[in-house]
């Protein structure tokens, strides 16, 4: 069946601008991670939802990123006045439910410049 | 806090060698443990998971991984490397005893030679 999908794959945009990124998870999973991977490192943790719930977003680093999920499927994550810090790829992955294993996307690469 | 060392940026194998991936992790308790493959222009997939109980623990692809409470490590092995093992290896620890929240390692880079 259909996996994690994210769009766009990639995203190039000025310093200062804002940005949305997509992801789809699979059908019937109700938990949903975003995680970002800077260059030469491993993957972030940013924010879980549960439903449409945010259930831990401990991850996220500042105000200027907020991620939304209003029917508890499609989730879209927003960075406001992007800097170049941003930067990275931004993965997405769903479970089953809280406690499954995940199911990772191909990730968006974010190109601030 | 927790977190979890993978010593090697980067390994070559020869096609056919034996492999063994280091993870050391830093953590109180008996933490989940995961490792995930990346290979290039796809997603992580999961390889293999130890929660409790036998310290050996058998994945896809023909990996294995052992826990060793006594080093905290979960050094992730494979008797026979192949060409399309060539890809990045994260080790990765729940403290939460969630699947979910993870924290990664930095990644190993393998190189497969023919």
């Given at each position: 069946g259909a996996g994690v999908s994210q769009t766009p794959s990639n995203k190039v945009t000025e310093k200062g601008k804002y940005v949305e990124l997509r992801c789809d998870p699979i059908s019937g999973h109700t938990a949903l991670y975003w995680y970002r991977q800077s260059l030469g490192q491993g993957p972030e943790f940013l924010i879980y939802f549960q439903g449409t719930g945010a259930a831990d977003d401990s991850g996220l680093p500042n105000d200027r990123f907020f991620a939304v999920r209003p029917e508890g499927s499609v989730s879209t994550l927003k960075i406001q006045?992007?800097?170049?810090?941003?930067?990275a790829v931004y993965l997405c992955a769903s479970s089953f439910k809280g406690n499954s294993p995940l199911h990772f996307g191909n990730g968006t690469r974010l190109t601030v410049t | 806090a927790q977190s979890v060392t993978q010593p090697d940026i980067h390994i070559t194998v020869s096609e056919g060698a034996s492999l063994e991936l280091r993870c050391n992790y830093s953590y109180g308790a008996t933490p989940y443990l995961f490792w995930y493959v990346q290979s290039p222009g796809q997603g992580l997939q999961l390889l293999l998971k130890y929660?409790?109980?036998?310290?050996l623990v058998q994945g896809i692809k023909g990996f294995e991984a052992e826990f060793k409470r006594s080093q905290s490590s979960f050094n992730l092995r494979k008797p026979s490397v192949h060409w399309s093992d060539a890809a990045e290896y994260f080790c990765a620890v729940a403290p939460g005893g969630s699947q979910g929240n993870l924290i990664f390692g930095k990644g190993t880079k393998l190189s497969v030679k023919p």
């Open positions: 006045r992007t800097e170049r810090g941003d930067s | 929660f409790s109980g036998d310290t």
